[in-house]
């Protein structure tokens, strides 16, 4: 980092940190967390607890089941059971399923469900079937897979991301298709003219959302796609709000590195709302909480150094380190970073 840490002895302990994740960047970051936390002395040696809120408007219902996207990769990933290579998904899978669905000619054939995977969304369909929340659900499937964190929902409530796109066949020259197809059809290959979250003016945060966030000790906003993942969590009305009020530091890790995103689709989004793909852009996107947004403290990878003035004047605190999530070594690195960087604005 460019400026002088916090002494070690006026550190105040973490004991509770919420987390607003999407998926794969999300999930990534926070493995790393966690190695960074178990490293760490507590009075009494108890660890600190993680809070993990992620998005659900990636959420799809394909073949009469309810897929949560985010909340399935967070759960994989830390729960050791996530296809490595791939960032999402079952290891070992198979797709058995997904070939048989296709030989009798079922759509889509573009999003494919794996046979371990299946399982996941065939508990979580008949449980939302027979009237537990989203959040209940979560929980229970969690007990399976012990993720060291709780993973809530940002709302129970279906949210689900559109994407505008051209379509020379419409009468007005576009379409709006789910978020999924943009993304696993499309590859996000054509231009995102409009991103409409269909639902999220009218839900409201999950069961312990508000009161994880205002309750932490630090609020961390990671490398997730900050405009249909921490962009949505953020459009749920109540948590926003949550994030003003709150007495932790909130601070923020750039998902853009030397003017590119470092996975996904952020800078085809960050365009489609007219953000500039930079760290320092997606920075402003966020605001400081010193005037109307939500962020105390941002940390820009090293090639972005020349960022810090322009978000520094923004009124959000800022430092450059290495933000490559190569390893766990240099994930828990970057942990360790934005927790200094928490402790500096606290301080």
């Given at each position: 980092?460019?400026?002088?840490?916090?002494p070690?002895?006026?550190?105040r302990?973490?004991t509770?940190v919420?987390?607003?994740?999407?998926?794969?960047?999300?999930?990534r970051?926070?493995q790393?967390?966690?190695?960074?936390?178990?490293?760490?002395?507590?009075?009494?040696?108890?660890?600190?607890?993680?809070?993990?809120?992620?998005?659900t408007?990636?959420d799809?219902?394909?073949?009469?089941l309810?897929?949560?996207?985010d909340?399935?990769?967070?759960?994989?990933?830390?729960?050791?059971?996530?296809?490595?290579?791939?960032?999402?998904?079952?290891?070992?899978?198979t797709?058995?399923?997904?070939?048989?669905?296709?030989?009798y000619?079922?759509?889509?054939?573009?999003?494919?469900?794996?046979d371990r995977?299946?399982?996941?969304?065939?508990?979580?369909?008949?449980?939302?079937?027979?009237?537990?929340?989203?959040?209940?659900?979560?929980?229970?499937?969690?007990?399976?897979?012990q993720?060291?964190?709780?993973?809530?929902?940002?709302?129970?409530?279906?949210v689900?991301?559109?994407i505008?796109?051209?379509?020379?066949?419409?009468p007005?020259?576009?379409?709006?298709?789910?978020?999924?197809?943009?993304?696993?059809?499309?590859?996000?290959?054509v231009?995102?003219?409009?991103v409409?979250?269909?639902?999220?003016?009218?839900?409201?945060?999950?069961?312990g959302?508000?009161?994880a966030?205002?309750?932490?000790?630090?609020?961390?906003?990671?490398?997730s796609?900050?405009?249909?993942?921490?962009?949505?969590i953020l459009g749920?009305?109540?948590?926003?709000?949550?994030?003003?009020s709150?007495?932790?530091?909130v601070?923020?890790?750039?998902?853009?590195?030397?003017?590119?995103?470092?996975?996904?689709?952020?800078?085809?989004?960050?365009?489609?709302?007219?953000?500039?793909?930079?760290?320092?852009?997606?920075?402003?996107?966020?605001?400081?909480?010193?005037?109307?947004?939500?962020?105390?403290?941002?940390?820009?990878?090293?090639?972005?150094?020349?960022?810090?003035?322009?978000?520094?004047a923004?009124?959000?605190a800022?430092?450059?380190a290495?933000l490559?999530?190569?390893?766990?070594?240099?994930?828990?690195?970057?942990?360790?970073?934005?927790?200094?960087?928490?402790?500096e604005?606290?301080?």
């Amino acid at each position: 980092m460019t400026s002088s840490p916090v002494p070690p002895t006026a550190r105040r302990p973490v004991t509770s940190v919420t987390v607003l994740s999407g998926g794969v960047g999300g999930a990534r970051f926070l493995q790393g967390l966690l190695r960074h936390l178990e490293g760490l002395e507590r009075p009494g040696g108890q660890p600190a607890r993680v809070t993990v809120v992620t998005n659900t408007a990636d959420d799809i219902w394909l073949h009469g089941l309810k897929i949560c996207p985010d909340l399935d990769t967070v759960m994989y990933t830390l729960g050791d059971g996530i296809d490595t290579e791939r960032g999402w998904g079952r290891t070992d899978e198979t797709w058995h399923a997904k070939d048989e669905l296709a030989a009798y000619g079922v759509e889509p054939t573009w999003f494919g469900l794996g046979d371990r995977d299946l399982a996941t969304h065939l508990v979580r369909t008949q449980m939302l079937e027979a009237g537990y929340p989203l959040s209940a659900v979560t929980e229970a499937l969690c007990r399976r897979w012990q993720p060291g964190v709780t993973l809530l929902p940002m709302t129970d409530d279906r949210v689900e991301t559109h994407i505008v796109v051209d379509d020379a066949d419409e009468p007005s020259g576009q379409r709006a298709i789910h978020f999924q197809e943009y993304w696993v059809r499309l590859h996000a290959e054509v231009p995102a003219r409009a991103v409409v979250p269909v639902g999220l003016e009218r839900s409201t945060p999950g069961p312990g959302v508000v009161e994880a966030i205002t309750g932490a000790d630090v609020v961390i906003v990671p490398p997730s796609n900050p405009v249909v993942s921490v962009g949505t969590i953020l459009g749920v009305p109540g948590i926003r709000e949550a994030l003003r009020s709150t007495a932790a530091p909130v601070v923020g890790l750039s998902p853009v590195v030397a003017g590119h995103h470092v996975r996904g689709m952020a800078a085809q989004l960050l365009t489609a709302i007219d953000v500039e793909v930079s760290a320092a852009g997606v920075a402003e996107h966020y605001g400081s909480r010193s005037g109307d947004g939500v962020l105390d403290g941002w940390l820009v990878d090293t090639a972005d150094a020349a960022d810090v003035a322009r978000v520094r004047a923004a009124g959000i605190a800022c430092e450059a380190a290495p933000l490559m999530m190569t390893d766990h070594d240099a994930t828990a690195a970057m942990a360790r970073a934005v927790l200094d960087l928490a402790e500096e604005v606290r301080a």
